[in-house]
């Protein structure tokens, strides 16, 4: 048995090891739990980094065959090294794993490698992948384990024909077809991928659109740059059963009427949400319940049921992104030095990694409509940019939602080039209760692509954006 630390991470992911070092900052003796061999859990080793990597690797060599000619690059014949691209991918996150691993030992962090299991609220047990036991205590425990990918019982998961997020990056080969079940933010993010590589991609999405968390004109709009890849989508439409055989996946089809129609395709990617990884913890030994989702109930110190033992991340209600576990793992271990620290849920940025790209911030126009506020739209289009016809980038939008009386930004969304660094500006100004007329009044480098946001600030005052 250990010496007892004054704070237990279970998991080093995003929200875990940005809470483990905060902590270490702040003074706290400090150790992290993880299963895995490497640090960084899903985000840096399966998810968001690896999938970047290869959305950016796809979207070079889409260029090389599409765009560069109108640019005057010539550039002939042009092929896809999976292999190369995929080491890349490797070497990423590699690298990027390596990093964590260089600011646990920089901050004096305790990593031990294993499955955790509480005994008690202060004691966890550690079984190492070769079934050696130890335990660690620690006065206050953090649940950081984050989320593994859903599954439907029609199409179950075997790693080869019917997979998850974590297999798709790592194909053995581009295959000629893929049926992606699920039009979410990982389902668009990787048929892009593959669209982009020449397979024909399908997405079977039971809502009526793409992206269906975020401002439907996003949606929309996403849909038409996608149907530019040949993707093909089907809405309001369910996939009810599924076998394989010779290599294939044949799909049975439903749509809201309960129409039914099958579909073969080489591979099915499962993309329906995630489920908080919660089992194994021994929750129920030490009084904790979880909901539908797997996820443990906190209050605003971030604290479960239980007295010294707290939760950040997935494992919690709200949305599944890591820069909303990597924050609340921050506030979390500055409330525990007596920090009067606070996460605004409201101003929590969502982000679609498709090229353009997609992002968005506070309330949409559905949610306001719905709610009967008054509010004002102003909408800038990037083929109005001169910035975005120079570089032939002029697909999308910004799009401002202000209040109709008092001119606060409610929300902003965005559809286009780099969407993912713009929409930055919008948080900041929504943090600050800026009004739309305060965003319009800013000056803006031009030429550049945030020039829109002013534009459809301005429109979203009354006043009409100056070059549209």
């Known amino acids: 048995m250990s010496d007892t630390y004054d704070i237990g991470v279970i998991g080093a992911g995003p929200g875990g090891y940005v809470a483990a070092i905060r902590a270490a900052q702040l003074g706290f003796r400090v150790v992290i739990i993880e299963a ?10 399966w998810g968001c980094i690896p999938s970047k990597a290869l959305l950016d690797s796809s979207e070079h060599y889409h260029n090389a ?11 002939g014949k042009v092929s896809v090294d999976w292999r190369q691209m995929q080491q890349r991918k490797n070497d990423v996150i590699a690298n990027t794993t390596a990093g964590i691993d260089y600011l646990m030992a920089k901050n004096a962090i305790t990593v031990v490698h294993g499955l955790a299991t509480f005994e008690t609220p202060s004691r966890v047990r550690v079984t190492a992948s070769d079934n ?72 079977v999405e039971w809502s009526d659109r793409l992206i ?55 591979v099915v990617l499962v993309a329906v949400g995630r489920r908080a990884n919660t089992a194994g913890l021994g929750l129920e030994a030490i009084g904790l319940q979880t909901n539908e989702r797997g996820q443990i109930a906190v209050d605003d110190q971030y604290e479960t049921a239980v007295k010294g033992v707290y939760a950040i ?50 309330d949409t126009e559905d949610a306001l409509k719905a709610s009967g506020r008054g509010y004002k739209v102003g909408k800038f289009l990037f083929k109005a940019s001169g910035r975005a016809r120079a570089a032939e980038e002029s697909e999308g939008f910004v799009k401002v939602i202000s ?7 409610l929300g902003v969304h965005m559809i286009g080039p780099r969407a993912s660094d713009m929409i930055g500006e919008a948080v900041v100004a929504m943090e600050f209760r800026a009004s739309a007329e305060d965003i319009g009044m800013i000056t803006h480098a031009h030429p550049t692509f945030s020039e829109a946001v002013k534009e459809a600030a301005l429109g979203a005052t009354g006043q009409r954006p100056i070059h549209m």
């Open 403 to 409: 209040d109709a009386q008092t001119d606060e930004v």
């Open 132 to 203: 050696a036991v130890s335990t660690v205590d620690a006065a206050k425990w953090i649940i950081a384990t984050g989320s593994t990918a859903s599954e439907i019982p029609s199409v179950p998961l075997d790693g080869r024909y019917i997979i998850g997020s974590n297999e798709a990056i790592s194909l053995p080969k581009i295959p000629k077809e893929m049926v992606v079940i699920g039009g979410g933010v990982i389902g668009v993010e990787l048929g892009s991928v593959y669209a982009r590589l020449g397979t024909a991609v399908t997405i």
């Open 212 to 266: 269906p968390g975020m401002d439907s004109d996003l949606g929309k709009a996403l849909r038409k740059s996608l149907s530019g890849l040949s993707i093909t989508c089907h809405f309001k439409t369910k996939v009810v059963a599924s076998t394989v055989a010779n290599k294939r996946v044949q799909l049975t089809l439903a749509d809201s009427n309960d129409k039914t129609r099958t579909m073969d395709t080489d």
């Open 65 to 75: 065959t599409k765009a560069f000619a109108v640019h005057g690059i010539k550039t």
């Open 313 to 362: 991340g997935d494992v919690t209600p709200g949305p599944m992104l890591a820069h909303k576990a990597s924050e609340e793992g921050v506030v979390c271990v500055e409330r525990m030095a007596g920090h009067a620290a606070r996460l605004n849920y409201a101003t929590i940025p969502g982000v679609v990694y498709t090229w353009p790209e997609v992002a968005g911030v506070g």
């Open 36 to 45: 895995q061999a490497t640090l960084g859990g899903t985000c840096l080793n």
